[in-house]
Every structure is written in C-alpha cells, then in structure tokens.
T-cell receptor, first 114, second 114 residues
Framework: DVKVTQSSRYLVKRTGEKVFLECVQDMDHENMFWYRQDPGLGLRLIYFSYDVKMKEKGDIPEGYSVSREKKERFSLILESASTNQTSMYLC?????????????FGPGTRLTVL | AQKITQTQPGMFVQEKEAVTLDCTYDTSDPSYGLFWYKQPSSGEMIFLIYQGSYDQQNATEGRYSLNFQKARKSANLVISASQLGDSAMYFCARLGGATNKLIFGTGTLLAVQP
C-alpha cells in the first residue's frame, strides 16, 4: 500500500511565524504535490515537484515556498504565516508524470494561524 | 476553463441501497484520467477508482463502479450496497492537459441512513 504521511494533523501558529509542513512518501514516487482545501473553493494546487530539487508553481504559490532535498520528502514552507493561510493542507504523491497517474494523499494538516 | 461539475451538493441513501453520484467534466484533451476520491470527516483524501479516457470498459473496484460516458463527458460513481461507513464527501477529479494538474469538482456529501 502507498503511504503518505504528514508531520502534523493539527497545527496552531501565530501571525508572522515561519511554518514548516512536512510530507513523506514511502513508495519511491517521482512526483509530490501540495494542495490547500478551503470551503467553497475546493482543492487548489500550491506547488508540485517532479524530481529531487525540482519544483513548479501551482495555482496559488504566493506566500509559500517548497523544498525537496530527498525523493521521499517534500516540505511546504510558509515564510511569514498570515491568517488567510488558515486552511487544510494536503500532500500527495504519484509514481509518474502521465495523464493516467493516480495521486495518493496524506491525512492532511489543519493549520490555524492566529 | 476546464472544470469538473458535481451537481449534487448532498445526498441521502438508505443502508444497503445503491447510490449514483454525478460528475461531468469539460476537456479538450485527447487523453485524460478520471478519479473519484472519498474524504471522511477525518480529512484524508482516499483514492477509490480510476477511469482512463481510452479504456473500453467501465472501471470497477469492489462496491465502486464508474459509469463512464465519454461522448457525454460524464463519469458517475455508483456505490452498491451502501454502508454507514460510506458517509463522507466524494470528489470527482480529472488529470490531464499540459500541466498534468489534478482538477477537482466541488464534491458531494453522502449520508448513509440506517
């Protein structure tokens, strides 16, 4: 079974703090993704990576950065957290970069920025 | 914009009955993949079933089957013999296009009644 884990299920941070969200997959997948999910807006892609040290912007990259130093780990960084970044963050991974490739998700991190 | 439409914001079904969740999509891509995910209240996005645009037969996976009508651009999920544990949010998604981005619908909340 594919397993994608995220470092925290719930996180509470203060405005202006630097926040790290970690995601690890154990299936040697090439691609990893970060989404945020908000009521009424659905899931939106923040960043994705198709290889170590490679990254691509998604639909809403502003205010975020990412790091992929190892194949199994993809980190999402909020340089200076703001209240509008309060959301559910979902990490996903997929084996290959094709139109048929299934993305498998982690359990999600509910981030609250106060 | 290439979008996914789920017209049923919420549905009820009696335990042990079958239920169909609707999904239509808009695409000009010749090759694409269609996915259904389940999201229980815990937040994890669980992959259920996949249909490729060139697949000749409708996908099935246990109690889940996909009614794929390519000409109508619809990919409805059928859940047979509903169980209480099926109560969750269900998302239809499409993968394909130049960026190979997973595009989600707004979801259908399914409530299974005993």
């Amino acid at each position: 079974d594919v397993k994608v884990t995220q470092s925290s299920r719930y996180l509470v941070k203060r405005t202006g703090e630097k926040v790290f969200l970690e995601c690890v997959q154990d299936m040697d997948h090439e691609n990893m993704f970060w989404y945020r999910q908000d009521p009424g807006l659905g899931l939106r892609l923040i960043y994705f990576s198709y290889d170590v040290k490679m990254k691509e912007k998604g639909d809403i990259p502003e205010g975020y950065s990412v790091s992929r130093e190892k194949k199994e780990r993809f980190s999402l960084i909020l340089e200076s957290a703001s209240t509008n970044q309060t959301s559910m963050y979902l990490c996903a991974s997929s084996l290959d970069y094709t139109s048929t490739d299934t993305q498998y998700f982690g359990p999600g991190t509910r981030l609250t920025v106060l | 914009a290439q979008k996914i439409t789920q017209t049923q914001p919420g549905m009820f079904v009696q335990e042990k009955e079958a239920v169909t969740l609707d999904c239509t999509y808009d695409t000009s891509d010749p090759s694409y993949g269609l996915f259904w995910y389940k999201q229980p209240s815990s937040g994890e996005m669980i992959f259920l079933i996949y249909q490729g645009s060139y697949d000749q037969q409708n996908a099935t996976e246990g109690r889940y089957s996909l009614n794929f009508q390519k000409a109508r651009k619809s990919a409805n999920l059928v859940i047979s013999a509903s169980q209480l544990g099926d109560s969750a949010m269900y998302f239809c998604a499409r993968l394909g296009g130049a960026t190979n981005k997973l595009i989600f619908g707004t979801g259908t909340l399914l409530a299974v009644q005993p």
